[in-house]
């Protein structure tokens, strides 16, 4: 029997964006994130990496509380690639290319007030009909308060307020700014079909940790998800540190569409979870032998040592749904939040 793989941690969770300048603008001034960095990549292995060889790219990176977030601008594709399409205006919560960040707030009254005047201008768009409590007969989480929106680019992103004793016990100390209801990100969702399938994936390849799943559905789930008759299963994977990911199998409605097959890093709805391993050749020779990487060919491992990412190795893959993950070896000297 194999050795399962150490937990790894997500070092950060990051999407495509039209303007990561304006982009970061919007994070910063309404939803409470900090800058941390920023760098500009003019082709070489990292582009390789993500499947636009050749292209230059601009990376501005984030934090929320102890969290990081990275936005990627596709500045120029590169030779023989076509230019980024926005994310369709018809999007569904139940839609497998359907992801979000869960940003913990300690006032979903004051934080829904940041956003909710922009929405009725129309510079974003709700996916939630208004911030929901869920009911106390749904156990696991009972109380939890939250809103799902858009960014001015169509990006998802979700508020949650946790009660007493719910979630992460980081989630429930006094904020380091007690005039600011922004805490951190908790964790980031992802549509799945099969929920067993993206556990074997997620747990039996990658050494994610499993939580506790739910099935959340009724009135609430519905205007939350903007869904009528939703109801969904909640699949928790958690990192040994820091945030985590979490499984939306939507059982209704059924029928999400599934994610492009032609999905590239140039496209808006392109999100990319970067995990921090102990040895990328062993996971990738452990997924291989569990045929976890589906009909892809085997990725191979990329040389970053100088490019002053932050870590010195890097593979990419693409989970069963296709959502893009990136595995990393730190640099020997880099410090744990190193940002490039």
């Known amino acids: 029997m194999s050795v399962p793989p150490s937990t790894p941690a997500i070092e950060s969770v990051g999407f495509t964006t039209a303007d990561a300048h304006r982009c970061a603008a919007f994070l910063c001034g309404r939803l409470g994130f900090q800058q941390e960095g920023r760098c500009t990549i003019l082709g070489g292995p990292y582009a390789e990496l993500i499947g636009l060889a050749g292209a230059h790219l601009r990376l501005v990176r984030l934090r929320l509380g102890a969290e990081r977030i990275e936005l990627t601008e596709v500045i120029d594709p590169g030779p023989h690639q076509r230019r980024g399409r926005p994310i369709a205006a018809e999007a569904r919560s139940c839609d497998l290319s359907f992801q979000h960040?869960?940003?913990?707030?300690?006032?979903?009254?004051?934080?829904?007030?940041?956003?909710?005047?922009?929405?009725?201008?129309?510079?974003?768009?709700?996916?939630?009909?208004?911030?929901?409590?869920?009911?106390?007969?749904?156990?696991?989480?009972?109380?939890?308060?939250?809103?799902?929106?858009?960014?001015?680019?169509?990006?998802?992103l979700e508020l949650l307020q946790f009660p007493p004793g719910k979630g992460d016990p980081r989630w429930q100390r006094p904020a380091a700014d007690p005039d600011s209801p922004w805490l951190g990100i908790d964790h980031s969702a992802i549509a799945i079909g099969d929920s067993e399938v993206s556990q074997r994936f997620y747990v039996e390849g990658l050494g994610l940790r499993r939580g506790v799943e739910g099935l959340n559905s009724g009135v609430e789930q519905e205007r939350l998800d903007g869904l009528a008759g939703a109801r969904v299963r909640i699949v928790p994977l958690r990192c040994r540190q820091g945030p985590g990911l979490e499984g939306l199998q939507y059982l209704e409605p059924s029928g999400g569409r599934p994610i492009p097959a032609d999905l590239g890093a140039q496209d808006l709805d392109h999100w990319q979870i970067r995990l921090v391993v102990d040895d990328l050749e062993a996971i990738r020779g452990r997924l291989i032998s569990l045929a976890l990487l589906g009909d892809l060919p085997p990725s191979t491992v990329v040389d970053l040592e100088g490019a002053g990412l932050g870590f010195r190795r890097a593979l990419q893959l693409r989970d069963p749904d296709g959502h893009r993950i990136q595995l990393v070896q730190r640099s020997e000297a880099a410090a744990p939040a190193a940002s490039p």
């Open 101 to 156: 960040l869960c940003l913990v707030v300690s006032d979903l009254v004051v934080a829904h007030g940041a956003v909710a005047p922009l929405i009725a201008s129309g510079e974003l768009r709700s996916i939630s009909s208004a911030p929901q409590r869920l009911p106390s007969w749904n156990v696991a989480a009972a109380g939890i308060e939250a809103f799902k929106f858009r960014d001015p680019e169509g990006h998802a």
